[in-house]
């Protein structure tokens, strides 16, 4: 019954794909096409190189490099208008190029998403305003999957918490009012956070201000204003602020591992060729026996992650402890079928099987690509130095006394892990008690300091800034379970942790029954608030202390109580403000287009983290998802995808007193 | 008054009819003498615009009159405004789609008025324009392109940013005529003119001239097919050509037989090319047809794309191809359904039992003739034929059982909306195709620009479109007119738009500020819902402080750094951060940015708002910036200095950690000096300075920075063994391993050594871990390779099932240890 046929993901991408062309049909003639670091990822999932060279793209540059030539007259930039910095290279390259001089150039510039009057301005300093062609690119959201769309834009966690700029959560609203534009409005947007907050008072501006533009007082107001949506049941927005403690742990779904050791940046790793082997040539090289090439250190073969793998969709949410034994089932699988061609009687027989070979030989290869990479990842997990982390986490999470653990950090210090891995352990305990004793937090301090460089002064005084790392303000304040210090300043996990059920222990990784599975044992407080909104009885039940398995199959969540209803209280101990807008519309429409939808028809949830989701979080909200399978749809909005590594990234300084000569 | 006969005016050419439909008559007074003016006609039967030709000669008249001037008229003569011209001699008149007028003048500046009533922005041609003269214009909907007298072409194509573009370079020569495809209508989507030069004809566009090689120039016309698949060309020889616009193939050709070339060459459609002398005019079709029309004096050729405007002294008449529709009910002799339909009509009146009989004859294919009955009523510009068409069309309308009335109804309302326009009140002979391509949004705004308020609201409300830039620009108009005081203005202006939603209060407030009342502009601007739009004119009107509070209040980061960047370069330092400091959105904006490019108003700011630690900040980063050794040092002391006052808990530490960065880059400094190694240690942390000296062999030197700095034991137990590790130094490891103890305990030596491959000494350090169990120790000899000792081990545990389980991993003698051992423990019974 949708008016628009095709999921959102489907419909964002082609739209995307289709901006981006018509654009570059508008620039005549054989083109350079100089593209943002940061966007040439995001490009590249919706539209491929060879279709650009169609629309005349000869050659590709990077802002970044500064590399761009004169092999064209056509040079067109694709770069976020939001980035002054960007938009400041931009004007500086044009403006190298003009000199040059040999060529009269053809300056276009693409603004993504929008033309902002900031980079106007720095245009017109620069005065080269007259000589460029401006459009815009008004691409949003870009989806990553069926079911995750993602804004894609890297900076939104340390811009939203290191420098407060809000610039994001704008881009966020103006996103998801692409997606009510499309569905109408959402019903109900439940949320929880500060940032949360801003960006559903942002909806409701923008949605009073497009009402305000639209409708003109004449008579059939359904004809243009925009209705709640028959299909949505509602939003939610979690601001990463509110659980900064999941993410902090480290993944152990395959997929987030995979991001945690290797890195996933747009659906795409970068993994050693010592590890998966080169990229598998083509036959025809194949056979013309060409000396065998050693895989050389260092080589990195780009590796697809996504759903047209079948084999990682398998794996991806799949906690690690398992991964063995389905790749192993799949050998096995895979094994016996190959071998059918021996039982292959008849030439139908004989041909099915041959039919079937190249499905074979994918499967095969991705096989054994998900070995390697599994078997590598599974040499760091064994490691010493892994499971004294894993340790120090799982201890932290639980709720044990943190300075126990102090001993381990310091040995991880002494033993020079990596930055990050130590940052992390420091800010999971801070936030998970409020953080650490001044007084240890001094030692911590100066020893890193000692361990690091004295660069990381600013490192610290970053991560105080983001209130990732912090003195706790009075020793008692966190142990008393209901009151902080004021409530909603800070994420309460001890309280949280025993009345939401955070710690799962008896939670089986091979058949889960609870999202704790996807950190062996620990509940994303995030997703675990999402299940508040979600599946009410399901947490209910858990919380009045049945077990996980008693309690397994959440019953069918009455729709009744909406919002947090039943869970205003606890959702307080969490930081920041808590929200359940109903946005109105005249309700005869509404009713008129309940009977024309019919009641039982799916319903989709859209879920949107602000600040970033890991893909542990995506994981659980995906098992979520299969629970209310027929009766809703669950799609997943962020502004990008992070992990631990990337949050202490936003704040390490990356400088350092060697002398640069 | 009789009905007027259908077939009037048809002309056939070929195998269809043309018609020319006489819309207005009595058009200008006696004094205009059209045959003195350029005529320019607005696109969908737009108004006109009237100039004075400078190179016909005058009749002497008093300085008044000979004033210089453009007239703006109705298509019914209705003088709509009239704009003074004193900017020099015009070299091109045009309009654009959205009934903008453009002026371009020999100097090449451009004009464009937009609302018919004299409000202009003006641009200029550049590209050499003033130097050589800008000799002739040529229109298309949303653009120009102009001749320089170098034969340079310059092409705007967009006028809400113009930008004018210099085509590719044209060969010298003569140019006798030229003519323009639309972008829309070519290969490239770039606007390409046809330049007749010489003898032959090029085709410009924005990279190349490609030369077309024709022999029969020089042509002393060319004009391009409204869909720019045809170019009609007057040879020299004065015959007409119609060849496809890529010069492939020639259709037909016409000799006017006459020795005048004409005035102007227009397409009629996209089937006839229509040429005019004076007073004459040919209408030349398909394979050389043609059919002629006299006229008692000057007639002027406006172009639309279905057809052409014939604008005389008296008269204003549409030419144009007489449909299929039409011609299948109108026809001579037609038997076609709705022609019988039609013709029921009047038996039905009569009361003639045939109209029934009619009915049934062609009763198969009445929903067809009810069809066309109703799309030629469209076509009609007659009411009375429309009428009968309706009429004819309802008759067999309520016969048929079923049939979907929608197209009838919404035909009844396009017809009442075209008859209100085509009053000759208003003027605008717009045809029903025209009115289609227009839309009526479009239409409106039309109505709107003429100051038509009223028949505006009444067909936007009837046509059911939004009326709110009706209510905006009489409120704007309203602004610019009434001499009232403010409040009353603005009290009249919200009373009369009160409750019509959509209203942008923001543009009526610009009108206001534009006109000189910046106080009836804030009035009006408070009524304004959407906050960012309030914001461009709250700064130009120095409004800062609300445009910042809107700015933030729309959540636009963009806006908030727009009105930020403005107001940085405008006000004095100390109030710009005064007024940033309460709004918490402004500051960490300002931060952000000022990080990037301007960390001398970010110490600033730090310094104002009494945050030292940040301010040391900006300067460590500075620090770590610098290149050189000493410079580093100096920022450093600056950046410890500004917390030296401080008590604070955290201010001391941080002090206090920075004096020791300062200390230990001297002490790295004078190690880079003093030992001649290949090692730079200035930039390395302490831990990383300590254990390269242990690992180049200099344990005192790392000793003595263990007491200056002091560090921890444990982490120096640490270093030291990660580093003599490294260095493969087992004797050393071994004598330390003489000490009773070990901060760190003794098992991270064996892993250590272990993990680089020293079996022996690892296992040195097996017995010195007291306090692990004897499993774990058992496995620790196992590793070394050891298995009499892990045997050994678990013997002293008196471990029955490890040694059973070490007797398989063993070879060689130590089997038969191992099998002593189990024999020992064996239980004597």
Known sequence: MAPYPGSDADYFKDKARRDLLTLLEGVRGKKNLVVSQDLAGPVGLFVKFSLLQEYGVDRVFLLENANVDSSQRNVVFLVHAEKTRQVRTVADQIKRLQRNGNVEHEFSIFWVPRRTLVSNAILEDAGIIGDVNIAELPVYFIPLEQDVLSLELEDSFSDLYLHKDPGCVYLAAKALMGIQQRHGYFPRIIGKGDNARRLADLLLRMRKELDAEESSGLTDLSARGLLPSADTESLIIIDREVDFGSALLTQLTYEGLIDETVGIKHNQADVDTAIVGPTPVPQAQESSKAPQQTSKQGQKRKIQLDASDQLFSQLRDANFAIVGDILNKVARRLESDYESRHTAKTTTELREFVNKLPTYQLEHQSLRVHTNLAEEIMRNTRSDIFRKILEVQQNNAAGADPTYQHDSVEELIARDVPLKTVLRLLCLESCMAGGLRPRDLENFKRQIIHAYGHQHLLTFSALEKMELLQPRSSATAMLLPTTGTQPGSKTNYGYLRKNLRLVVEEVSEKDPNDIAYVYSGFAPLSVRLVQCVLQKPYVLSLIRGGSVAASASPSPASTASPGWLGFEDLVKSARGATFSIVQKGDDKAIRARQTLSGNNATKTVYVFFLGGITFTEIAALRFIAEQEAPRRKIVICTTSIINGDKMMDAAIEKQDFTKTE | ?829
Not at chain 2, 482 to 509: H, N, W, Y
Not at chain 2, 567 to 590: C, G
Request: net charge negative; hydrophobic share 40%; proline share 4%.
């Open chain 2, 1 to 829: 008054m009789a009905p007027s006969n259908p077939l009037a005016n048809w002309e056939r050419l070929g195998d269809s009819f043309y018609r020319k439909v006489p819309i207005y008559d009595a058009i200008f007074d006696e004094d205009v003498e059209l045959e003195n003016y350029i005529v320019a006609g607005a696109p969908y039967g737009g108004a006109l615009a009237l100039h004075r030709d400078d190179t016909k000669p005058y009749r002497f008249r008093d300085a008044q009159t000979a004033k210089s001037s453009i007239g703006i008229y109705s298509s019914s003569g209705k003088l709509i405004n009239r704009l003074n011209w004193e900017h020099g001699t015009i070299r091109g008149l045009g309009w654009s789609d959205k009934e903008e007028l453009l002026v371009i003048t020999e100097d090449g500046t451009v004009r464009r008025y937009f609302g018919l009533y004299g409000d202009f922005t003006s641009f200029s041609l550049g590209n050499g324009a003033e130097e050589y003269g800008v000799r002739a214009c040529r229109f298309w909907t949303s653009g120009f392109v102009a001749l320089l007298s170098n034969n340079q072409l310059v092409a705007v194509s967009n006028y809400d940013e113009p930008r004018p573009k210099l085509l590719a370079h044209c060969p010298e020569g003569e140019v006798s005529s030229w003519s323009l495809i639309p972008p829309a209508f070519t290969l490239s989507r770039s606007v390409e003119v046809l330049l007749a030069v010489d003898k032959t004809v090029y085709l410009v566009d924005p990279t190349e001239a490609e030369d077309k090689v024709l022999q029969n120039g020089p042509f002393k016309h060319a004009s391009v097919s409204p869909t720019g698949r045809f170019v009609a060309l007057i040879t020299a020889e004065g015959k007409v050509w119609v060849v496809s616009s890529d010069f492939q193939s020639k259709y037909s050709e016409y000799d006017p037989e006459s020795r005048v070339t004409p005035r102007t060459v227009d397409w009629c459609g996209d089937d006839a090319v229509v040429i005019a002398w004076e007073d004459e005019v040919h209408l030349i079709g398909p394979n050389g047809v043609a059919a002629r029309y006299y006229y008692d004096g000057i007639v002027h050729v406006v172009p639309e794309f279905d057809g052409v405007r014939l604008i005389t002294h008296d008269t204003c008449e549409f030419l144009h191809k007489v449909t299929d529709v039409t011609e299948a009910i109108f026809r001579l002799g037609s038997t076609s359904p709705a022609s019988v339909l039609l013709d029921s009509i009047d038996l039905l009146e009569k009361k003639s039992p045939k109209a029934d009989e009619n009915i049934q004859r062609i009763r198969s294919s009445l929903p067809e003739a009810v069809d066309i009955c109703v799309r030629a009523a469209g076509h009609e510009f007659d009411a009375y034929w429309q009428k009968r068409l309706l009429k004819a069309a309802s008759f067999g309308k309520s016969v048929l059982d079923l049939y979907n009335s929608d197209d009838f109804v919404e035909m009844t309302e396009k017809l009442r909306v075209l008859k209100a326009v085509r009053d000759y009140q208003i003027g605008l002979p717009i045809s029903y195709d025209q009115y289609m391509r227009l839309t009526p949004e479009k239409l409106i705004e039309r109505l709107v620009n003429r100051h038509e308020y009223l028949l505006a609201i009444k067909i936007s409300e009837y046509l059911q479109i939004p009326a709110d830039r009706i209510y905006v620009h009489w409120a704007s108009q309203k602004v610019k007119v009434s001499t009232v005081d403010d409040e009353a203005v603005c009290k009249l202006i919200v009373q009369r738009l009160d409750g019509k939603p959509g209203i942008s209060f923001e543009l009526i407030a610009q009108a206001a500020y534009d006109e000189g009342r910046a106080h009836l502009a804030t009035q009006l601007l408070n009524h304004e819902p959407r906050a960012g739009k309030q914001v461009p004119l709250l700064l130009n009107m120095e409004e800062d402080e609300i445009a910042l509070d809107k700015a933030i209040e729309s959540g636009d980061n963009d806006l908030v750094n727009y009105v930020l960047l403005r107001l940085k370069s405008k006000l004095p330092l100390a109030s710009f951060f005064r007024m940033i400091n309460t709004r918490p959105m402004a500051s960490a904006l300002v931060e952000t940015t000022a990080r990037g490019d301007d960390t001398e108003l970010l110490k600033d700011l730090y310094y104002q708002d009494d945050r030292p630690i940040d301010g040391s900040n900006v300067l460590l980063s500075e620090a770590l910036s610098q290149t050189e050794l000493p410079s580093k040092t100096e920022k450093l002391h600056l950046a410890s200095r500004l917390l030296v006052d401080s008590k604070d808990a955290t201010v001391v530490l941080q002090q206090k950690l920075l004096s020791e960065a300062s200390q230990l880059l001297k002490v790295q400094e004078a190690l880079d000096k003093d030992i001649a190694d290949r090692s730079e240690f200035v930039g390395l942390s302490l831990n990383e300075t300590i254990y390269r000296l242990i690992r180049s062999g200099y344990g005192k030197r790392a000793q003595k920075l263990q007491s200056e700095f002091k560090m921890p034991d444990k982490t120096y137990w640490w270093l030291r063994l990660r580093a003599l590790v490294a260095k493969r130094d087992w004797g050393e490891l071994e004598e330390i391993g003489r000490n009773k103890k070990s901060p760190i305990g003794w098992e991270p030596f064996y892993n250590e050594i272990l993990g680089a491959g020293n079996t022996k000494l690892a296992s040195f350090f097996v017995p010195k871990c007291t306090n692990l169990p004897v499993e774990d120790k058992v496995e620790m000899w196992v590793k070394c390779g050891m298995i009499v000792k892990a045997g050994e081990e678990a013997f002293r545990a008196k471990d029955f099932n490890t040694l059973e389980l070490l007797r398989t991993r063993a070879s060689g003698p130590a089997v038969a240890d191992i099998d002593r051992m189990i024999n020992q423990l064996r239980p004597r019974k």
